[in-house]
């Protein structure tokens, strides 16, 4: 079994930044892969970012060029650097791992979650 705890979410400004931190535990390994989701009030649980086994990344078009996805290794963290936030990016971010080791976009594909981080952004 894998845990996965999400920190450093938080309350930021419009236009701030955060960096949210995913630390894995358990039966983690270096072949899984990472992704970020959020999930608004009502909204769908939606994909964010993520990082394959092979250290290729992928976002959504929403976030591409402001937030930036990576990993450290001997630390078992994924991180997720946010920046030049917007109110919309108000949400409870997960972070997930799955055993099949590439980018995807669906929730289905991820074996394990974290309990989530909220992240509120003000205008």
């Known amino acids: 079994q894998v845990q996965l705890v999400e920190s450093g979410g938080g309350l930021v400004q419009a236009g701030g930044s955060l960096r949210l931190s995913c630390a894995a535990s358990g039966r983690t390994s270096s072949v899984y892969s990472t992704g970020w989701f959020r999930q608004a009030p009502g909204k769908e649980r939606e994909f964010v970012a993520g990082?394959?086994?092979?250290?290729?990344?992928v976002y959504a078009d929403s976030v591409t060029g402001r937030f930036t996805i990576s990993r450290d290794n001997a630390k078992n963290t994924v991180y997720l650097e946010m920046n030049s936030l917007k109110p919309e990016a108000t949400a409870v971010y997960y972070c997930?791992?799955?055993?099949?080791?590439?980018?995807?976009?669906?929730?289905?594909?991820?074996?394990?979650w974290g309990q989530g981080a909220q992240v509120t952004v003000s205008s």
């Open positions: 997930a791992q799955s055993r099949a080791g590439g980018n995807y976009y669906y929730t289905r594909a991820y074996d394990y």
């Open positions: 990082i394959s086994s092979g250290g290729s990344t």
